[in-house]
């Protein structure tokens, strides 16, 4: 147990759904993020928030949707996925600018 | 722009020494990390370089020269529960993680 959970660990949903992933840190951190795991390949970073305001889109599609309501919480809505989009998406959160990051257990997302 | 190199596979008997390498280009460094992933879960974090030289912690010990943009994780006494894969990361002056490909390391009794 990090101090980070997400929620749900598994979605299957097709192209024209519309889903939220959710991450929640119990750490007192001050900076979230949101990567993109696929097979065979290193952690992407998506999306970075650092005291609610987001401070990195890392070229990702508008399909993809970052909320951060306050310095705890952090959503991704999704909507019209592909079936590339299929991964692991994983929340992590840190103090603002240090090199450890405590990641949750991840989003196994499905595109069908 | 950044990137990182590690070995893709690594094999290691029980109770062995086992070394991985990470080498790096970034425009900025802050520093460099080390994390842990088993099937199926979340990277853990495993160590945080920022100053040249060897950093201990029980099995585990992670290096860096900075001068040579490289560092490397060394595990000892190898257990099969130490079969993961490990990801370098660079903490650039963007402030933040770039990762490695990962490391696949198996352990064989």
């Known amino acids: 147990e990090t101090g980070v959970t997400q929620t749900p660990r598994h979605l299957v949903m097709g192209m024209t759904n519309k889903k939220s992933l959710k991450c929640e840190q119990h750490?007192?951190?001050?900076?979230m993020y949101w990567y993109k795991q696929s097979a065979k390949k290193p952690l992407e970073l998506m999306f970075v928030?650092?005291?609610?305001?987001?401070?990195e889109n890392n070229s990702v599609p508008s399909r993809f949707s970052p909320e951060c309501p306050n310095s705890s919480h952090l959503f991704l809505h999704l909507h019209t996925l592909q079936p590339e989009d299929s991964a692991l998406y994983l929340c992590?959160?840190?103090?603002?600018?240090?090199?450890?990051?405590?990641f949750g257990p991840g989003t196994r997302l499905t595109v069908t | 722009g950044q990137s990182l190199e590690q070995p893709s596979e690594v094999t290691a008997v029980e109770g062995a020494i086992v070394q991985i390498n990470c080498t790096y280009q970034?425009?900025?460094?802050?520093?460099l990390s080390w994390y842990q992933q088993h099937d199926g879960g979340a990277p853990t974090f495993l160590s945080y370089?920022?100053?040249?030289g060897l950093e201990e912690t029980g099995r585990f010990s992670s290096f860096l020269s900075r001068s040579d943009s490289y560092g490397y994780l060394l595990l000892q006494e190898l257990q099969m529960k130490d079969s993961a894969s490990y990801f370098c990361a660079v903490h650039g002056n963007t402030g933040k993680l770039i990762f490695g490909q990962g490391t696949t390391l198996q352990v064989k009794p």
């Open positions: 970034t425009s900025g460094f802050y520093g």
């Open positions: 370089n920022a100053l040249d």
């Open positions: 992590a959160s840190s103090q603002e600018n240090r090199g450890e990051q405590y």
């Open positions: 750490l007192g951190h001050n900076a």
């Open positions: 928030y650092s005291l609610e305001e987001r401070v």
